[in-house]
């Protein structure tokens, strides 16, 4: 008998339902500090820079560079088994901000390649945060 596990979801209610409301709407949107300006994820309640307690939600530009990357051989989760092999990849969006994701199409990625986010419904109510390469290559 297979068992079907579903993948481990987002918790669309917690400190940041900003971003996977986001997400849905095609826009990456992460707190900045209304005091300076610095952008953070995940949420928290002061920030980094300044330690101001203000903050709001607004859309970064949704591009960035594969930092680095790792392709899982061994199957850590039950409900990523048909994925095996697949990669992670760690982006740097021009904001600075660092983000662990996939490229969309489970295409190879390169170190230093540009990447424009693409937004991928995972359920009916979740939409997932995925990259793919900015020139189409
Ligand atoms: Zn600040």
Known sequence: M????AKPLPRLDGPEAPFWAGLR???IRVQHCVACGTPR?????????CHSDR????AVEPRGEVES??????????????????TVIQVRL???????S???DGGRPATG???????????????????APEDGA
């Open 94 to 100: 021009d904001c600075g901000l660092r983000f662990f």
């Open 25 to 27: 709407e095609g826009e």
């Open 113 to 131: 390649q540009r990447v424009a986010a693409v937004f991928e419904p995972a359920t009916a109510d979740v939409v997932l945060l995925k990259f």
């Open 2 to 5: 297979t068992e079907i596990t």
């Open 55 to 58: 903050a709001e939600w607004r």
């Open 102 to 104: 996939n490229i969309a």
């Open 69 to 86: 990357h790792c392709t899982f051989h061994k199957c850590y989760f039950p409900g990523f088994v048909g994925d095996m092999p697949y």
């Open 41 to 49: 994820f995940p949420a928290s309640r002061f920030c980094p820079e």
